[in-house]
């Protein structure tokens, strides 16, 4: 017999086809197109008119650079502006959210007209800023209700012009805040808290919880990421969005007493026409808010 010679035959090296995406990536394509042009696009816009001098869309544009930011740091007006809206904050939201929270855990727990309630907490939410601005000018006026009301119980020595009286205006325009804010959140609270499992809160009265304590060691630890969502959202609302309130009340006044960052934002556009400190004010109001969201989310994750 011959002698056999054994051939291996090496198989090719298997060819790794590339990885497509999937098609229903494309898409996104709109969404992202449009969040460019809208968000994007804007805010890099807010940059560049913070470097201009510029008093709108009929007159020339000069480059300035960094000159808008320098007159912002240095106008009076632009310090009392930045304390009122971290004065603002500071007392709306850690006095918003508890108390929300509260609300719509006794919501949760379905009492009787419960479905009322909801209606009537979440309706202030649903008033526009005009109608709302209207009601509390007729509420706080020197003969307004307000004033009628601390007469009729005989605290007439404290009434004043809430409104005009600069002790007073930035309060107002908070309580205002307030008002239109926990009752709107309280349903929203209510809402999370019902798929809160229900053999929790029942161990719970077992083991002879008290209510306080079934709210905030047992509840509150399992939405506490929801808590923090809308607490980050009720900052925004209230850092960005005071202006047209504001603007219908008290225009910023008495002097610069109700003056926030978002007021002062629409006062130097469309009242002064110096779009350049305007949109340099956006930047800084931009920056405040970032910084702020940071700080809300690591004092609720220090909690943990």
Same mark, same amino acid.
């Given at each position: ?6 051939? #291996? ?52 544009? #000069? ?13 009076? #007006? ?104 926990? &009752? ?46 809308? #607490? ?49 004010? &956006? ?5 405040? &808010? ?15």
């Amino acid at each position: 017999m011959g002698r056999h010679e054994t051939v #291996t035959a090496t198989a090719p090296a298997p060819v790794k086809a590339k990885r497509r995406p999937p098609a229903i990536l494309w898409l996104t394509t709109p969404s992202l197109a449009w969040y460019a042009f809208f968000t994007i696009g804007p805010l890099l816009g807010m940059f560049a008119i913070a470097t201009l001098s510029w008093k709108g869309l009929i007159y020339p544009a #000069t480059f300035t650079g960094l000159d808008n930011f320098a007159r912002v740091l240095t106008d009076p #007006t632009f310090h009392d502006a930045l304390r009122n809206s971290i004065v603002q904050v500071l007392i709306v939201i850690p006095i918003m959210m508890p108390l929300a929270f509260m609300l719509g855990y006794y919501l949760n727990t379905k009492p009787r007209g419960y479905r009322v309630l909801s209606v009537l907490f979440f309706t202030p939410g649903l008033i526009s800023i005009s109608i709302k601005g209207t009601m509390f000018y007729g509420v706080l006026s020197p003969n307004g209700g307000f004033n009628g009301l601390l007469e009729g119980i005989g605290l007439g020595g404290i009434t004043t012009a809430w409104l005009a009286n600069p002790a007073t205006a930035l309060g107002s325009i908070m309580a205002i805040d307030l008002w239109s804010g926990i &009752g709107f959140t309280a349903v929203l609270f209510a809402s999370r808290l019902s798929s809160v499992d229900t053999e929790v809160l029942e161990a719970a009265d077992l083991d002879g919880a008290g209510t306080f304590r079934k709210m905030w060691r047992i509840t509150y630890p399992i939405i506490k990421d929801y808590f923090g969502t809308l #607490t980050m959202l009720q900052f925004l609302w209230t850092l960005f969005t005071s202006a047209a309130l504001i603007l219908i009340l008290t225009k910023g006044g008495p002097g610069t007493s109700t003056t926030t960052l978002s007021f002062l934002v629409y006062q130097k556009a469309f009242s002064q026409q110096d779009l350049g400190y305007s949109q340099a004010v &956006g930047v800084l109001l931009l920056l405040l &808010g970032i910084i702020g969201m940071v700080l809300i989310r690591r004092i609720l994750r220090s909690q943990a």
